[in-house]
């Protein structure tokens, strides 16, 4: 039923502008709005794991997102005091579908914007929306500038302050988990190996992996802390506050950090999974509205799946939208597939954060088991998340 359906999109992100291109390709005329007056990111990596890659393959941009990022080959734990490898998870063979890939969230952007033009969708900048109006009609979006704009079909992919959300669930305070992170990128030394290393320690720990072929190392350096830190991705920081934090780490880490120029900062807070992803009426054509992304269920950055699981969700709505006779069932149909996966991402995400920072007797004990199971049953450990790379919402 999206022939020629009129639909507009909330922002210009991962979720956005995927979804418009999936919409658009399904014959809907999409507009998306974005408050910027350009489309960019500010430098940082994302990993794309097969889940969201085979996404990004059924629609079409398998090969621009081979040319933008880098094929992983493993995800390792080590310990961050010692410098020693814990476990090696062997990702490169995780590819029933797509392969694991690194990619710069810039490059990955790119990609996708020109991927929605190609497919027909009207991008506008500078539209910055104040808020968003329900009920028995169709949703109203009002501007900065106080103009109001009825919608046909409103899909809402702006990110952790969603003026969607907050029409569909009312406005919720997230709550800080008293864990800051940086994100940075430095240049790569020659030969670095297409990997994604963990470097552990008590109460922190460090991410690290390659981007744009190896000319440049992502960085994630993630504390606890009970200094309060706002919620936000431009915030910047001095970098010799991130030195201090990883101090005691090895010499390996140490040295990254001390490229580092200029570092961002951002709190990590929890926001609850919505509890009501859409909304639609009964009109002549039928109205609808949703959410997805960030929008719908925030995920804190422990499992690297908060750009996929954005994938998943504009897939599987554009699905739902298009083999379904009206906007209402769609939607329906969307939300009933897609809240208890989310649901079960953002736990395993919140849980990773406490095996990541353990210190003293449970962490080596923990270290421990991870080698032996690793040294005995690799195979089995990988298979683990079977239920989270292995799952294809195209197939």
Not at 214 to 243: C, F, K, Q, Y
Request: charged share 20%; hydrophobic share 50%; with cysteine.
């Amino acid at each position: 039923m999206l022939i020629g359906q009129k639909v507009t999109v909330l922002g210009a992100g991962v979720a956005g502008l995927t979804v418009a291109r999936a919409l658009a390709l399904r014959g809907a005329e999409v507009t998306v709005l974005e408050q910027a007056a350009e489309i960019t990111e500010v430098g940082a990596g994302l990993q794309i794991s097969p889940n969201g890659a085979c996404v990004l393959k059924a629609l079409g941009l398998e090969g621009a997102m081979e040319a933008a990022g880098t094929r992983a080959e493993a995800v390792e734990l080590w310990d961050g005091g010692s410098g020693t490898r814990v476990l090696r998870l062997d990702v490169g063979k995780l590819q029933p579908v797509a392969p694991y890939r690194f990619v710069h969230r810039a490059d990955l952007i790119d990609l996708l914007a020109v991927g929605a033009r190609e497919a027909g969708v009207q991008i506008r900048l500078l539209q910055r929306i104040d808020k968003v109006v329900l009920g028995a009609h169709p949703p109203r979006i009002v501007t900065a500038q106080g103009a109001e704009v009825e919608c046909g079909l409103l899909i809402g992919a702006d990110g952790l302050h969603s003026r969607l959300r907050e029409a569909l669930n009312g406005a919720v305070a997230p709550f800080f988990t008293h864990h800051a992170a940086w994100r940075t990128v430095i240049p790569a030394e020659p030969g670095i190996a297409p990997v994604a290393q963990v470097f552990m320690g008590a109460g922190r720990h460090l991410v690290s992996y390659p981007l744009r072929g190896g000319t440049l190392r992502n960085i994630v350096a993630v504390e606890e802390r009970h200094r309060w830190v706002e919620e936000s991705w431009s915030l910047r920081d001095d970098p010799m506050g991130l030195r201090i934090a990883f101090r005691d780490f090895c010499p390996t880490v140490r040295g990254w950090l001390e490229q580092v120029e200029d570092p961002y900062l951002w709190g990590l807070f929890r926001h609850p999974v919505a509890k009501r992803w859409q909304a639609s009426g009964p009109e002549a054509g039928g109205w609808g509205a949703a959410i997805l992304g960030d929008a719908a269920h925030p995920t804190l950055p422990f499992l690297a799946q908060g750009a996929v699981m954005a994938l998943e969700d504009a897939w599987v709505l554009a699905e739902a939208l298009a083999s379904h006779d009206t906007p209402a069932a769609g939607l329906a149909a969307y939300q009933q597939r897609r809240e208890a996966r989310a649901a079960r991402v953002v736990d395993a995400a919140t849980r990773n954060a406490r095996h990541y920072h353990l210190a003293g007797l449970p962490r080596a004990v923990a270290h421990l088991g991870l080698r032996a199971a690793g040294a005995v049953a690799p195979g089995r450990l990988l298979g683990k998340f079977d239920w989270l790379y292995g799952y294809d919402v195209t197939g």
